[in-house]
Every structure is written in structure tokens, then in C-alpha cells.
T-cell receptor, first 111, second 114 residues
Framework: DAMVIQNPRYQVTQFGKPVTLSCSQT?????MYWYQQKSSQAPKLLFH???????NEADTPDNFQSRRPNTSFCFLDIRSPGLGDAAMYLC??????????FGPGTRLLVL | GDSVTQMEGPVTLSEEAFLTINCTYT??????LFWYVQYPGEGLQLLLK?????DKGSNKGFEATYRKETTSFHLEKGSVQVSDSAVYFC?????????????FGTGTRLTIIP
């Protein structure tokens, strides 16, 4: 089945230690998104790639970066995680900005 | 800007009860409308969608009709099951020439008791 895959499902890191979350997709969608979701809240868009074009949300902290080496993969890098960055991180994909399909998420714990 | 207003939760129902979760929106133009469901510890799953006025989206016994005159997209199910316990998000996408973004409601937590 075509799908969005996120690894790992759970990630524990230390305060200030860089961490990378990964997302891959077999849907061949040209748009990929990263969201942050904190407890009992709606997901918040961090940034997205439309093909190779990177689009950062105005309020996304500089601590968050992203890479998209090819159509299928996208990475979220958190350069110096703080306690406030503990959250569920969701990857999503779409074709040309239409219906978004989400992965299962990676839950990040910062110690 | 665009916005989505969802029924406040949490909602608790008995098994086999009728479910309605209200959703209204504010948007210019003609957005596409969605319901996503999130089970505990999981990502969002697309439940149903409608892309134009009077369209009805349906899936797994859930239904919602795109009502332009009342700017609403209420979610309904005739007989809920314990397995329907989850958080439900109403959302819209406005066409924006490659810069489309999902605008979410706040989410409604649904608990079904046996």
C-alpha cells in the first residue's frame, strides 16, 4: 500500500543534543510537510517543500531545519532541542497542495 | 484569514448513540473541507472530504455535507462504536497557487462508553 512512513516512532534525546527525524513516502507526491503537535492541540505547520522549493512558516524557530534530498524523503533537524520542543512531529504529503496524507508521527522526548 | 470553528469537547456517548460534531468555517472563495481522525498515539487519518458545495463525504459510517449557505461541514454517524473513540479535526484547504495550507479546528475528543 502507498503510504507515509516516519522513523523512529519514538525518539528520546538530551537537552541541546541535535536530533533528526525522517519521513519517506511511496505516494510519489510532490509536496511534503512537517507539523508539530503538542498535547490536546491541533497540528502546527513548521514548513513544507513544494517540489524542491522550501517554504518556511514565519513563526518557525531557527532551531528547526529541513532537508529534502529527493522526492521520497524529507528530514526534520532540530539543532539544539529544548524542553519545549517535546511534541509529536507529523509528516504529511500531497499532490500539488490538495488532500494531505499523514504519517503515524514521531513522538520526541527531551530529557 | 481562514478559520474553522469546531464543537467544544470532550464528547461522551454511549455505544450505538447518534453522533454529531459541529464544524463551521470562514473562508474566502471555495475551500475544500476535511475531517481527520486521530487515535491515541497515532498520526492523523483522513476520514472524509468534500471539495464543492452540496458534496457529501462518507467513510466508515461517517458522513458530512458541504453546506455553503451555512458555511458548515458537520460530522455525523448513526450508531457509534467504542472503536470510534478518538480526536476528530475539521479542516479546510484554500487553493493558493502552490501555497495551500490546512487550517484546522481545535479538535473534538470523542469517548464512547460500552
Amino acid at each position: 500500500d502507498a503510504m507515509v512512513i516516519q522513523n523512529p516512532r519514538y525518539q528520546v534525546t538530551q537537552f541541546g543534543k541535535p536530533v533528526t527525524l525522517s519521513c519517506s513516502q511511496t505516494l510519489n507526491h510532490n509536496v511534503m510537510y512537517w507539523y508539530q503537535q503538542k498535547s490536546s492541540q491541533a497540528p502546527k505547520l513548521l514548513f513544507h517543500y513544494y517540489d524542491k522549493d522550501f517554504n518556511n512558516e514565519a513563526d518557525t524557530p531557527d532551531n528547526f531545519q529541513s532537508r529534502r534530498p529527493n522526492t521520497s524523503f524529507c528530514f526534520l533537524d532540530i539543532r539544539s532541542p529544548g524542553l519545549g520542543d517535546a511534541a509529536m512531529y507529523l509528516c504529511a504529503t500531497s499532490r500539488d497542495g490538495e488532500t494531505q496524507y499523514f504519517g503515524p508521527g514521531t513522538r520526541l522526548l527531551v530529557l | 484569514g481562514d478559520s474553522v470553528t469546531q464543537m467544544e469537547g470532550p464528547v461522551t456517548l454511549s455505544e450505538e448513540a447518534f453522533l454529531t460534531i459541529n464544524c463551521t468555517y470562514t473562508a474566502t472563495g471555495y475551500p475544500s473541507l476535511f475531517w481527520y481522525v486521530q487515535y491515541p498515539g497515532e498520526g492523523l487519518q483522513l476520514l472524509l472530504k468534500a471539495t464543492k458545495a452540496d458534496d457529501k463525504g462518507s467513510n466508515k459510517g461517517f458522513e458530512a455535507t458541504y453546506r455553503k449557505e451555512t458555511t458548515s461541514f458537520h460530522l455525523e454517524k448513526g450508531s457509534v462504536q467504542v472503536s470510534d473513540s478518538a480526536v476528530y479535526f475539521c479542516a479546510l484547504i484554500q487553493s493558493n497557487f502552490g501555497n495551500e495550507k490546512l487550517t484546522f479546528g481545535t479538535g473534538t475528543r470523542l469517548t464512547i462508553i460500552p
